[in-house]
């Protein structure tokens, strides 16, 4: 929890993260990495948890989905949701993000699997990561 960042002055949010390198797994000789990344959010006019404890700064949250959904061009929802049922709501003036890894990576012991819910109506827009 203490990896997110909430700055409503600044209509930001930005979360640092250890993503799965799903490039180095799916490589001709697989690895399993971790590198630090961090995910930021531009224009953000309000920012709501649902199964989040902003005081437990020790809190894991694991990333599994990041969707927009346009309401008035161009503004929309982003909702990022975290395993356990645990999902940030961010109204965004517009869709403006950028997902930076910060430095090396590691090595780790196994690679993430989910259970990926199928939707009767799909979002294109919708980014599923581990």
């Known amino acids: 929890m203490s990896d997110v960042l909430w700055r409503p002055e ?3 949010l ?3 993260v250890n993503r799965f390198d799903w490039e180095s797994a799916q490589a001709a000789k697989p690895e399993y990495r971790r590198r630090r990344t961090a995910l930021r959010f531009e224009r953000v006019l309000s920012c709501k948890c649902r199964d989040v404890n902003p005081a437990g700064k020790d809190g894991v949250l694991n990333l599994l989905a990041v969707e927009f959904s346009e309401t008035a061009a161009p503004s929309g929802v982003v909702t990022i949701t975290f395993s356990g049922g645990a999902a940030l709501r961010l109204e965004v003036e517009c869709l403006e993000a950028e997902l ?3 430095g090396p990576s590691w ?3 196994a690679c993430p699997v989910h259970a990926v ?3 009767a109506s799909p979002n294109p ?3 599923r990561k581990g």
């Open 100 to 102: 930076a890894d910060l």
């Open 10 to 12: 600044e209509k930001r």
């Open 117 to 119: 819910v199928e939707d």
């Open 14 to 16: 930005v979360l640092a």
């Open 125 to 127: 827009q919708a980014v």
């Open 107 to 109: 090595t780790t012991a």
